[in-house]
């Protein structure tokens, strides 16, 4: 059997469009590793897909982590000396330390110093900066507001709780044919971030919108999660089930102008790496492909060595090889309709190859099949793709050995993945072919 192909019937553009005016909606909020934002967050989600979001209580023990105490805030300042707001949460959520503790405070400029936070090498981006595990607190704002600071006494508050509740995650889960699951995972947790964290939400909620309306051979498992916590927590309660991800991707940085980065599993030739290094190579598309590490997002959780689950990333440029990264220039300026729209076509083309990787056997496997009288050779003269379409199914007559899928074939004869699939199955309809039972770990 095959799957459709999950390209036809997608106006890539107005997906474009969705995705970007959702990063519009999701901006604004004040997101954290736990609280109120994260929950609105998943909530906007929901409204969207079918979400189920958990809630963990602080203090639950997670492999060596400790589930957080939940962070809100309400409010943060720093005022000058007539009541004017200087530094204001409330024009920009990057203003706060994120997780800072509370403080209601008057200090002189030279103590409340070593609180602020620039970036002297980018004078008009707001850092942004964490203080999860270490009650802290702290601003940050651009260089050019720091140098305009005057000495005197400024009123500091920070209306934050920091006290035991919950972490939230959201999981969307999409049942196909098999148990087999691919997994999607993105980060939930940073504020007024566009690429990082943002993109990767809206890439992955309109993919699971879009596949919950197909009949798939795998079933699903997106999540929402806060990074590094989220993942560790949703592995540390799903331990029994984890070795039904066969194979899985970590999205996030999908919406910036750079070329297409993946970054191979740990596993480095799994089905997922050989499917995204395919879609990549065929683009005609710059791209960059990086050897696993542990560092990085999720996927560091995903592949430690107790797990080990073939998942890599896609992304466009990676974490730390843009300078807004982390900074207030990851703003909607930066990220693009027509960059997410491209990035879901490479996504939804390495889906399409995991749902229609297939194996056969040549039931006439010896010396060629005589194709003209089947019709399946030149049998319309001039079509300038009929050479590759007949190239294509004598690759895939000559390899149907038993011990080969479409994609090692595609990959070994060189020619696009969606070819092979088309040849293949006109074979199997003329009873050259039969399909014969393949799993991700190999065949069966
Ligand atoms: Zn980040």
Same mark, same amino acid.
């Given at each position: 059997?095959?799957?459709?192909?999950?390209?036809?019937?997608?106006?890539?553009?107005?997906?474009?469009?969705?995705?970007?005016?959702?990063?519009?909606?999701?901006?604004?909020?004040?997101?954290?590793?736990?609280?109120?934002?994260?929950?609105?967050?998943?909530?906007?989600?929901?409204?969207?897909?079918?979400?189920?979001?958990?809630?963990?209580?602080?203090?639950?023990?997670?492999?060596?982590?400790?589930?957080?105490?939940?962070?809100?805030?309400?409010? &943060?300042?720093?005022?000058?000396?007539?009541?004017?707001?200087?530094?204001?949460?409330?024009?920009?959520?990057?203003?706060?330390?994120?997780?800072?503790?509370?403080?209601?405070?008057?200090?002189?400029?030279?103590?409340?110093?070593?609180?602020?936070?620039?970036?002297?090498?980018?004078?008009?981006?707001?850092?942004?900066?964490?203080?999860?595990?270490?009650?802290?607190?702290?601003?940050?704002?651009?260089?050019?507001?720091?140098?305009?600071?005057?000495?005197?006494?400024?009123?500091?508050?920070?209306?934050?709780?920091?006290?035991?509740?919950?972490?939230?995650?959201?999981?969307?889960?999409?049942?196909?044919?098999?148990?087999?699951?691919?997994?999607?995972?993105?980060?939930?947790?940073?504020?007024?971030?566009?690429?990082?964290?943002?993109?990767?939400?809206?890439?992955?909620?309109?993919?699971?919108?879009?596949?919950?309306?197909?009949?798939?051979?795998?079933?699903?498992?997106?999540?929402?999660?806060?990074?590094?916590?989220?993942?560790?927590?949703?592995?540390?309660?799903?331990?029994?089930?984890?070795?039904?991800?066969?194979?899985?991707?970590?999205?996030?940085?999908?919406?910036?102008?750079?070329?297409?980065?993946?970054?191979?599993?740990?596993?480095?030739?799994?089905?997922?790496?050989?499917?995204?290094?395919?879609?990549?190579?065929?683009?005609?598309?710059?791209?960059?492909?990086?050897?696993?590490?542990?560092?990085?997002?999720?996927?560091?959780?995903?592949?430690?060595?107790?797990?080990?689950?073939?998942?890599?990333?896609?992304?466009?440029?990676?974490?730390? &090889?843009?300078?807004?990264?982390?900074?207030?220039?990851?703003?909607?300026?930066?990220?693009?309709?027509?960059?997410?729209?491209?990035?879901?076509?490479?996504?939804?083309?390495?889906?399409?190859?995991?749902?229609?990787?297939?194996?056969?056997?040549?039931?006439?496997?010896?010396?060629?099949?005589?194709?003209?009288?089947?019709?399946?050779?030149?049998?319309?003269?001039?079509?300038?793709?009929?050479?590759?379409?007949?190239?294509?199914?004598?690759?895939?007559?000559?390899?149907?050995?038993?011990?080969?899928?479409?994609?090692?074939?595609?990959?070994?004869?060189?020619?696009?993945?969606?070819?092979?699939?088309?040849?293949? &199955?006109?074979?199997?309809?003329?009873?050259?072919?039969?399909?014969?039972?393949?799993?991700?770990?190999?065949?069966?």
């Amino acid at each position: 059997m095959t799957s459709p192909n999950l390209l036809t019937n997608v106006s890539m553009d107005a997906a474009g469009q969705e995705m970007y005016q959702f990063i519009q909606e999701l901006y604004p909020i004040c997101r954290s590793i736990t609280g109120s934002g994260l929950r609105d967050t998943l909530k906007r989600i929901s409204d969207r897909i079918t979400l189920e979001v958990h809630e963990v209580p602080s203090g639950t023990q997670v492999f060596d982590w400790t589930v957080p105490r939940e962070w809100n805030i309400r409010d &943060a300042y720093v005022k000058d000396q007539n009541g004017h707001r200087v530094i204001d949460f409330k024009q920009c959520n990057l203003h706060v330390v994120n997780y800072s503790v509370p403080v209601k405070a008057t200090m002189t400029l030279a103590d409340l110093r070593p609180y602020l936070h620039s970036l002297p090498d980018y004078p008009d981006w707001i850092p942004y900066r964490t203080s999860y595990y270490q009650e802290r607190w702290g601003f940050c704002l651009t260089q050019r507001q720091l140098d305009q600071l005057k000495e005197g006494t400024y009123e500091v508050c920070i209306d934050s709780t920091l006290e035991n509740g919950s972490l939230t995650y959201g999981e969307c889960v999409i049942r196909g044919q098999e148990q087999s699951e691919v997994l999607i995972s993105c980060h939930v947790c940073h504020p007024s971030l566009c690429n990082d964290n943002l993109s990767g939400i809206v890439l992955s909620a309109w993919l699971a919108s879009y596949l919950s309306g197909i009949d798939l051979r795998y079933s699903y498992r997106f999540l929402f999660l806060p990074g590094t916590i989220g993942s560790i927590t949703w592995l540390s309660r799903n331990e029994d089930r984890v070795n039904r991800v066969k194979h899985g991707l970590v999205v996030a940085c999908v919406g910036d102008s750079g070329k297409l980065t993946y970054k191979k599993s740990r596993r480095s030739d799994a089905e997922i790496d050989r499917a995204a290094l395919h879609v990549l190579k065929h683009s005609g598309d710059p791209y960059a492909v990086l050897e696993f590490s542990p560092y990085g997002y999720d996927e560091r959780q995903y592949c430690s060595p107790g797990f080990n689950l073939a998942v890599g990333s896609l992304t466009r440029t990676p974490n730390h &090889a843009f300078p807004e990264y982390h900074t207030s220039g990851d703003d909607l300026d930066f990220v693009r309709p027509e960059f997410l729209s491209d990035s879901l076509t490479k996504y939804l083309r390495i889906i399409d190859i995991l749902e229609n990787n297939r194996c056969y056997v040549n039931l006439s496997p010896k010396c060629e099949p005589q194709l003209g009288k089947r019709g399946l050779y030149r049998s319309e003269g001039g079509k300038i793709d009929q050479h590759c379409r007949e190239l294509a199914m004598l690759w895939a007559l000559n390899l149907s050995d038993g011990s080969h899928t479409l994609l090692d074939i595609a990959d070994r004869s060189g020619i696009q993945f969606s070819v092979i699939r088309d040849a293949a &199955a006109a074979l199997a309809a003329h009873g050259l072919l039969k399909e014969i039972a393949y799993s991700s770990k190999g065949l069966v």
